[in-house]
């Protein structure tokens, strides 16, 4: 497949990531399956001697493990909403971070699911689930939103991947001969034809319109899961729209990270740019401002109301001898600070926006945990003469090693993704095309 000189430049910069495997990139692998491994041995012991190993108990029935799983399906939506809708609106800025975004859809997906199998207790039977379900169950709801979604986010990525299969095709890269091999098939005979083109185009813009409903569905069927439960803090029609700003919002984050990280690692300043991290800061100060007010309105009604066991739930996040601090620094750092390192032109820079988003996802997360604990922990029922841990949840080592193993996971797969496809979609750009960085000789500059 013949490339233009533009092409050529930014395919030079980034075929040495393809072709070598190196002493850093072995590091980091080893270090990310020691903690797999870490993880795969506290799920035997899980599964070996029940969820006892866990803090999950009669009243707090759901822990670390349903909080990773909100998480994870959250930042899915980084390549789901962001760069679908940018595709949809032809943004030229989104083309060296589109692919970013897709990979962070597709790994997170695989991950996301995993953590809600590990609170069902009889994992042999898990096959019922698909047999004989139950349409009146909202899990029922969210294995078939979440099949969807994901089987939509791999074809989407996979056909925005099909002209570079073909590049690395024709390419002569020093790689092993199945790798050739495999970008061979995987290009699925790609020329370049006027045809190949435009159903290749067709197919893509068809997909970047359904992954967006696809999305939010998906989240907002796992905000159902919770707001049709009667409990104080849940039952609530704010979680739909709620749960899907806050996925959004924290898969911007994740997607400013992973462009600081491979800018940093691969040297691409000029295509990665300032710019870039300005955009998408900008997307992410919105966002949050968004966030903040659905935030606000979900307290200030639920504490107006003065139900009983809605103002014990409050009572638990408002105080600092329970959650209180938690709660503080999710709306400080979740909330508060992206929005000012944004807004402020002085702190508008990308080491500043990226450690905002880091703080932002950490607390992010922090509010899944606090959106299911502090409610399992406010029981509705008196409850007398119970041993502590009945009531008061506190996650062992085992919840917290399948945690990390899950991260590690999401970064291995990101690393050997990394060293299969180039990051920069090298098809997207043409003959004159410009990215935010400049021209084709900031590109050799670099």
């Not at 300043?269 to 997307?283: A, E």
Request: aromatic share 16%; net charge positive; with cysteine.
């Amino acid at each position: 497949m013949e490339l233009n000189q533009y092409q050529k430049d930014i395919f030079e910069k980034q075929k040495p990531v393809i072709e070598t495997y190196g002493k850093k990139t072995w590091g980091w692998t080893i270090f990310f399956l020691l903690w797999i491994l870490v993880g795969g041995y506290a799920l035997y012991l899980q599964v070996a001697d029940g969820h006892i190993v866990t803090g999950m108990r009669d009243n707090v029935v759901w822990g670390l493990y349903i909080a990773n799983f909100i998480f994870f399906i959250g930042i899915s939506y980084a390549g789901a909403v962001i760069s679908g809708l940018l595709h949809i609106l032809h943004v030229e800025w989104r083309k060296p971070i589109i692919r970013i975004a897709e990979i962070i859809t597709v790994i997170a997906t695989m991950i996301g699911p995993v953590f809600i199998l590990l609170c069902v207790g009889r994992l042999d039977r898990l096959h019922h689930l698909f047999l004989y379900p139950r349409l009146q169950s909202p899990i029922t709801w969210d294995v078939l939103a979440i099949t969807t979604y994901f089987t939509g986010s791999v074809i989407f990525l996979y056909l925005a991947l099909i002209k570079d299969f073909a590049i690395y095709r024709d390419a002569k890269l020093n790689i092993p001969k199945w790798k050739q091999k495999l970008y061979s098939i995987l290009a699925i005979g790609y020329r370049g034809t006027p045809s190949q083109k435009r159903h290749i185009k067709i197919s893509t813009d068809l997909m970047a319109i359904m992954i967006i409903p696809l999305a939010i569905i998906v989240h907002s069927v796992l905000s159902w899961i919770f707001g049709m439960t009667l409990r104080p803090g849940w039952h609530s029609s704010i979680f739909g729209p709620y749960f899907v700003l806050a996925a959004i919002y924290s898969g911007t984050g994740v997607l400013i990270m992973a462009m600081w990280v491979y800018r940093k690692m691969y040297k691409l300043n000029s295509l990665l740019t300032d710019q870039h991290f300005v955009y998408l800061g900008y997307i992410m100060m919105v966002l949050g401002a968004a966030y903040g007010y659905f935030t606000f309105s979900e307290y200030l009604t639920a504490w107006f109301g003065s139900a009983k066991w809605d103002n014990e739930v409050i009572e638990k996040l408002f105080t600092l001898e329970y959650y209180g601090g938690w709660f503080l620094f999710t709306n400080i750092a979740g909330i508060l600070l992206p929005i000012l390192v944004v807004a402020i032109p002085f702190t508008r820079k990308p080491g500043l926006i990226t450690i905002a988003s880091f703080f932002m996802v950490i607390a992010l997360w922090v509010k899944r945990y606090l959106i299911i604990v502090p409610t399992l922990e406010s029981t509705l029922l008196p409850m007398q003469d119970t041993r502590p841990e009945y009531i008061k949840y506190s996650a062992t080592w085992v919840e917290w090693a399948l945690t990390f193993a899950g991260i590690a996971t999401f970064f291995l797969l990101f690393t050997l993704l990394s060293k299969f496809v180039t990051i920069i979609p090298i098809s997207e750009f043409g003959d004159k095309e410009k990215t935010a960085a400049g021209t084709t000789a900031s590109v050799k500059e670099n």
